[in-house]
């Protein structure tokens, strides 16, 4: 592990909402893995983000543990990156709440996160909701991060970062780094199995709608066997005008690191059915080893444990650092300054 000030920053994280997917293989984790070595790198259990939908404390508890071996499952290596649980280092929810007084309420409004997922939650439409991405803002802006590794749907709250740290160092002097995005060109937003043009998703009712993860061969073969696509009759990939087979194409893509224009060459006249096969087994050979070593894993809940512990300690000294500068730089009178 190395912390020299040299290597850039990254942060991510992915809330621990339930079973991971396909998707934040896809959007997230196969790109942290592609940058672990690079980069002084940040992997959050973003508890803190999961509450803003009403959780079961017992699923919420086992999702954490599950996410942090998945991170690991995919390929992290808590050798060279900072693994830990978001609750566990104070400094996010105190920075957010300063930075709550930076950020316009109209500002807010306009979070497209925020407007979907209300209409999904419209029995707990909650302030926590309406503020995650601040919270979100908190996150990045505590590591001095140079790069964010998010999928398509999270472009808006990095915006609204950004705009907060110049904000903070314009009021005051330099304090923030002002990170970038990292948005895959492939994958940053795989979508649902059922529905095309809707985003896949953990939380979906429909579990034919997304890959899980921890899905075994056969439920991975059926769903994809089942998925929606569309009345043509060739393989091609055109998100727009063809969102369902394009999806597959991404998958197979994934799976296999075939340049999609290769495999729209190769399958081009190929069947629907003789495709969906070829997707399915390309996923089931890409899926089968996470999962095994997912299993491993989680199976040593003491070893996870003292490694989230480490990661904590970790994290929680560089968050520290820059939650302690926000409170000079604001005003706080402090005994140790
Ligand atoms: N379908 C997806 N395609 C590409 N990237 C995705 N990500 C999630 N789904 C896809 C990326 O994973 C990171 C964190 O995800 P998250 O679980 O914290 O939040 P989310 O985007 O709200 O994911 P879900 O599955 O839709 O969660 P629920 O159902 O709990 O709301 C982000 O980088 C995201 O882009």
Known sequence: MSNTAKRPVIFSGIQPSGDLTLGHIAGA??????????YDCYFCVVDLHAITVRQQPAKLRRWTLDCAAM????????????????????????????????????????????????????QNVNVGLFAYPILMAADILLYQTDLVPVGEDQKQHLELTRDLAQRFNNAYSPTFTVPE????????????????????????PNHNATIFLVDDNDAIRRKIQRAVTDSGTTIEYDPERRPG?????????????????????????????????????????YIEPVRTRFLEIRADEGHLASLLVAGAERAARVAERTLRKVYRKVGFWSPKD
């Open 29 to 38: 984790l196969r790109n942290w893995v592609a940058l672990q070595h690079d």
């Open 181 to 204: 995005p990292y948005i895959p060109r492939y994958g940053a937003r795989l979508m649902s199995l059922q529905d095309p043009r809707k985003k896949m998703s953990k939380s979906d």
């Open 71 to 122: 991170y690991l499952a995919a390929g992290i290596e808590p050798t060279s990156a900072t693994i830990f649980v978001q609750s566990h280092v104070p400094a996010h929810a105190e920075l957010a709440w300063v930075l709550s007084t930076f950020t316009g309420f109209g500002e807010a409004s306009r979070m497209t996160q925020f407007k979907e997922k209300s209409e999904q939650h419209a």
């Open 245 to 285: 087979i394009s999806n597959l194409v991404e998958m197979y893509h994934l799976a296999t690191d075939e340049p999609i224009e290769a495999i729209v060459e190769r399958f081009r006249d190929a069947s629907y059915a003789a495709f969906k096969a070829a997707v399915a087994d390309a996923l089931v050979a």
